[in-house]
């Protein structure tokens, strides 16, 4: 398999090159593409390195030329940060100017996001289309995941959305049970970012009320929602709820503290000194701290099923609704535990949903269903009716200051700020 990645001179690729050197991937090409070909050459030789070290058989090389980069390829991650850490630490700050959390994925930085990326994406995915193999996946980790995989899929394009919280939950649960991960099999669902674990299974039995009883202050600890929260639920909140569920104490803690994006481009900058030592061979230490905890094992995994090497397994994924929450229209994009195969993801049942997490699904998915018309057609008035309609903001006095904040922010980014 050719697998060309998109966003290549990212510190996380290492990561991702581990895992394809370390599960045993039958990758024999690997292509790592970025403009940015100083900082390419230096996680290319790294990546090259680690591949080398495990002496897996596979060619590994690196190109600033999307279209050369893509051509022939099986499957394409991608993984872009469309404006840097430079822009996600203007969409971590402003919004908290107007009492609201700035937050790189939801909210109104979150939305700033997507109207940078969007755009770019599509524009990528096209030439991919031209040049990739006929019937090549395209698996998005570029955030916001739901909101870009909708925008992918509507373009026709063959596409999946993937996120590691789920994997990261799989994992943790394990650790708990003492089983293998491969057994937990987890009642994942929501939106991207927007998800709960409403059960984990090992061998048809539902393990979660015995992880709740038993360590119930260390995985709300984990999650960073009130312990009372999650027993009440009787599901596991993924983190990013925390923004939901404690929104305004989070706008307390970050008024005038660095920004986690400050913080990870101190990390990316060690991160590009350490992988410049040619005696280095393995990913190090402080990569951990970068996030994105198992995305290699996710994205491995599921390009993996994608090509029929391995049915059997279920991943946490981005796909249409297809009456699956029947709540939301057929052509929504949600995120739910599926097994996947050469067909794509095949979605596994979902108990009914309670009135509260159903509310929640349904109206962050009106935010984001405008979310995507303005990152789409642009325009003032749409940038602000999406951010009146997300539930973190849905104020006037809050959304018409931080429309002007996210215009003004993104003029220098795309087209779409007029």
Same mark, same amino acid.
């Given at each position: 398999?050719?697998i060309?990645v998109i966003?290549g001179g ?8 581990d895992?394809? &050197?370390? !599960? /045993? ?7 790592l593409?970025?403009p940015? &070909?100083?900082?390419l050459d230096?996680?290319?030789a ?8 495990y002496g897996?058989p596979?060619r590994i090389s690196w190109?600033?030329d999307l279209d050369?980069g893509v051509?022939?390829a099986d499957?394409?991650?991608?993984q872009l940060r +469309?404006g840097g850490?430079r822009?996600?630490?203007t969409?971590?700050t402003f ?19 997507a109207?940078r990326t969007?755009?770019?994406? !599509?524009?990528?995915?096209?030439? +991919?289309r031209k040049?990739?193999?006929? /019937?090549a996946w395209?698996v ?8 870009v ?5 509507? *373009?026709?394009h063959?596409?999946?959305g993937l996120?590691?919280?789920?994997i990261?939950f799989q994992?943790r ?9 491969s057994?937990?099999?987890?009642? @994942? +669902? ?6 709960w674990?409403?059960? *984990?299974?090992?061998?048809?039995v539902d393990r979660?009320p015995?992880? !709740?009883?038993a $360590?119930l202050a260390?995985?709300?600890?984990e999650v960073?929602?009130?312990a009372e929260?999650v027993a009440? !639920?009787?599901?596991?909140p993924?983190?990013?709820l925390?923004y939901f569920?404690?929104h305004?104490? @989070?706008?307390?803690e970050?008024?005038?503290?660095p920004t986690?994006g400050?913080?990870? *481009?101190e990390i990316?900058a060690?991160l ?9 061979v393995?990913k190090p230490a402080?990569? #951990? ?5 198992y995305?290699?094992?996710a &994205?491995?995994g599921l390009i993996a099923s994608l ?6 397994a279920v $991943?946490?994924?981005?796909?249409r609704?297809d009456?699956?929450l029947?709540?939301l229209p057929a052509d929504?994009?949600i995120?739910?535990?599926a097994?996947a195969?050469v067909d794509g993801?095949a979605?596994?049942p979902?108990?009914p949903l309670p009135p509260?997490?159903a509310?929640?699904?349904? $109206?962050? %998915?009106g935010y984001?269903e ?7 057609? #642009?325009?003032?008035?749409r ?12 104020q006037h ?6 429309t002007?904040?996210l215009?003004?922010?993104g003029? @220098?980014h795309?087209? %779409?700020a007029?």
């Amino acid at each position: 398999m050719k697998i060309a990645v998109i966003g290549g001179g990212s510190t996380y690729t290492p990561e991702l090159v581990d895992g394809f &050197a370390r !599960l /045993g991937s039958t990758v024999s090409e690997l292509v790592l593409i970025d403009p940015a &070909a100083e900082r390419l050459d230096v996680v290319g030789a790294f990546s090259a390195r680690i591949l080398s070290a495990y002496g897996h058989p596979g060619r590994i090389s690196w190109t600033s030329d999307l279209d050369a980069g893509v051509t022939d390829a099986d499957a394409v991650v991608i993984q872009l940060r +469309v404006g840097g850490q430079r822009a996600r630490i203007t969409d971590e700050t402003f919004p908290l100017e107007c009492g609201c959390v700035g937050q790189e994925t939801t909210g109104a930085g979150g939305l700033a996001k997507a109207l940078r990326t969007v755009p770019v994406i !599509l524009d990528v995915a096209d030439r +991919v289309r031209k040049r990739a193999k006929p /019937g090549a996946w395209i698996v998005d980790f570029t955030n916001p995941v739901g909101i870009v995989t909708r925008a992918l899929l509507d *373009a026709g394009h063959r596409a999946v959305g993937l996120c590691n919280v789920a994997i990261g939950f799989q994992r943790r649960f394990a650790g708990y049970l003492g089983v293998d991960p491969s057994t937990v099999v987890l009642d @994942h +669902v929501g939106l991207n970012h927007l998800t709960w674990e409403r059960a *984990a299974y090992v061998d048809g039995v539902d393990r979660l009320p015995e992880l !709740l009883g038993a $360590h119930l202050a260390e995985i709300s600890g984990e999650v960073d929602i009130a312990a009372e929260i999650v027993a009440m !639920l009787g599901a596991v909140p993924s983190y990013y709820l925390s923004y939901f569920y404690a929104h305004d104490r @989070h706008v307390r803690e970050s008024r005038g503290t660095p920004t986690r994006g400050q913080r990870v *481009a101190e990390i990316e900058a060690t991160l590009l000194d350490m992988y410049r030592d040619t005696t280095l061979v393995e990913k190090p230490a402080l990569l #951990g701290e970068r996030g994105g905890a198992y995305y290699s094992e996710a &994205a491995v995994g599921l390009i993996a099923s994608l090509a029929g090497l391995d049915d059997d397994a279920v $991943h946490s994924v981005n796909v249409r609704n297809d009456g699956i929450l029947p709540f939301l229209p057929a052509d929504a994009v949600i995120e739910v535990s599926a097994r996947a195969t050469v067909d794509g993801p095949a979605p596994l049942p979902v108990t009914p949903l309670p009135p509260d997490l159903a509310g929640l699904i349904t $109206h962050t %998915w009106g935010y984001e269903e405008l979310a995507l018309d303005a990152a789409l057609r #642009g325009g003032r008035d749409r940038v602000y009716r999406a951010l009146l309609a997300h539930p973190l903001i849905g104020q006037h006095e809050k959304a018409g200051p931080l429309t002007d904040k996210l215009v003004a922010a993104g003029r @220098h980014h795309l087209a %779409w700020a007029r």
